[in-house]
């Protein structure tokens, strides 16, 4: 089973609407999935009723024995902006994969850059990977020298960018996915779901 946990200590920047996202293109696949909401806002948990997908929820006791957990390839964790430095590190400890949402405000680059100084610091899983997803991207001519940018600022790449769209809001409150919307920038965020899965 991968373990892929939703993180980021900035609030607003797309952890659950991206976990969520992730949850119902992975199971759309056809893979089997588990979730664990540890946010007290629950949006992943409001989202997953919504969606019918009935899949197995984890709570954050079940987290030391998920490795026995049989039959699911995937564990979705997400996460709280609040989040304390002890939890941090166990959620490092028990993930494979850590995915970064955050977006090209400086308030964003400056926290995710701490973050990311945090992750170094605190990771006993040397193993563990991390993504940085650029949230809600405005599509403009200059983007590629704009996520340049970014990344100079950052000292790290860029993985993923998903443009901004008030679809995933939508999408979210019917408990849907954003590449199950008619929405004409899906394909591009299609490509970008698929480049992350791939990556995980
Ligand atoms: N790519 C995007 N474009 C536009 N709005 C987005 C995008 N991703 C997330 N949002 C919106 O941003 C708000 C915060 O998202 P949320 O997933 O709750 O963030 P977090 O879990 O990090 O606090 C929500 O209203 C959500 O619909
Ligand atoms: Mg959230």
Redesign the pocket.
């Known amino acids: 089973m991968k373990v892929v946990s939703v993180m980021?200590t900035?609030?607003?920047?797309?952890?659950?609407?991206?976990a969520s996202n992730l949850v119902g293109f992975v199971k759309q696949m056809g893979f089997e999935v588990a979730i664990c909401d540890l946010?007290k806002q629950n949006?992943l948990t409001f989202w997953h009723k919504k969606s019918k997908l009935n899949l197995l929820e984890l709570k954050i006791d079940d987290l030391n024995k998920i490795k026995k957990t049989k039959n699911i390839d995937y564990l979705f964790i997400?996460t709280p902006?609040a989040i304390k430095k002890n939890l941090i590190y166990k959620i490092t400890e028990i993930s494979n994969f850590c995915i970064i949402?955050f977006t090209e405000s400086m308030i964003d680059i400056r926290t995710t850059k701490k973050f990311l100084g945090v992750l170094k610091k605190y990771k006993k899983n040397k193993k563990l990977k991390f993504f940085l997803v650029l949230?809600?991207l405005r599509f403009s001519k200059n983007n590629i020298l704009r996520i340049k940018d970014i990344e100079d600022k950052l000292l790290n790449k860029v993985h993923v960018n998903?443009?901004?769209?008030?679809n995933?809001?939508k999408e979210?409150e019917k408990g849907s996915i954003i590449t199950k919307s008619n929405y004409s920038k899906t394909f591009h965020i299609r490509d970008q779901l698929i480049n992350l899965i791939n990556k995980i």
């Open positions: 980021n900035k609030g607003g920047v797309g952890k659950s609407t991206l946010d949006t997400d902006a949402p949230n809600k998903i443009l901004n769209t008030k995933f809001d979210m």
